[in-house]
């Protein structure tokens, strides 16, 4: 069954600090690996996409960093603000039915 | 992306009644999908809706339950029926361009009592 593993559940960090969100996946077929972040009573919104050509993007302060051999990616927040208080999500999908297996979520708190 | 608007946002409905969720977009897309988002859970897929053809529904996911149309390029409707209290989510209309990024509209809060 094609999973998706995120931790941590929830996360909480300082005005200025790092947040690191971990996934993991399963299906070697995955080719597409987006993070979508998540404000209280709105849609998921695509923050950042990686593909496994390449083991790290960074759109400004956000990374994803890419490991292919251990099937894992990462986002990280450089500098993180209040208002990225969110629920980020990590996905993944693979071939041409561009279907996202989404992550369980993490619930991202930064205090000022 | 293509603006996607969604209609209702939210609704409170009673049980047993079925409630239609449309979804509009405002250029033509190639795929439209439909998720669900239970209460503080992550994003399931119910089905890809396929423009002038019955829709792919997921595992766990029935026409006679979710019945889709989508038809044409920009417009798309979901139908929850027969509804209980389990199906108390939010229902999101999502749409892909050939790159494989996915974008979301920003849901239909549906609450069945």
């Known amino acids: 069954q094609q999973q998706v593993k995120q931790s941590p559940q929830s996360l909480i960090v300082q005005k200025g600090g790092i947040s690191i969100i971990n996934c993991a996946y399963e299906?070697?077929?995955?080719?597409?690996f987006p993070w979508y972040q998540q404000f209280p009573g709105k849609g998921p919104a695509l923050l950042i996409a990686i593909r496994p050509d390449v083991s790290e993007k960074k759109e400004g302060r956000f990374t994803i960093s890419f490991n292919k051999s251990a099937k894992q990616f990462s986002l990280h927040i450089m500098d993180s603000q209040p208002g990225d208080s969110a629920t980020y999500f990590c996905?993944?999908?693979?071939?041409?039915?561009?279907?996202?297996?989404f992550g369980k979520g993490t619930l991202l708190t930064v205090n000022p | 992306s293509a603006v996607i608007s969604q209609k209702p946002s939210r609704d409170i409905c009673q049980r047993g009644t079925s409630l239609t969720i449309q979804c509009q977009v405002d250029s033509q897309v190639t795929m439209m999908f439909w998720y669900r988002q239970q209460p503080g859970q992550s994003l399931t897929l119910i089905a890809t809706?396929?423009?002038?053809?019955?829709?792919?529904?997921e595992s766990g996911f029935v026409i006679d339950k979710f019945p889709i149309s989508r038809p044409n390029l920009t417009f798309s409707t979901l139908t929850v029926s027969n509804m209980s209290p389990e199906d108390s989510s939010i229902y999101l209309c999502s749409h892909t361009r050939a790159g494989g990024e996915l974008f979301f509209g920003e849901g239909s809060r549906l609450t069945v009592l």
């Open positions: 809706a396929n423009q002038g053809s019955e829709a792919t529904y």
């Open positions: 299906n070697t077929a995955f080719d597409y």
């Open positions: 996905a993944a999908t693979g071939g041409s039915n561009y279907k996202l297996t």
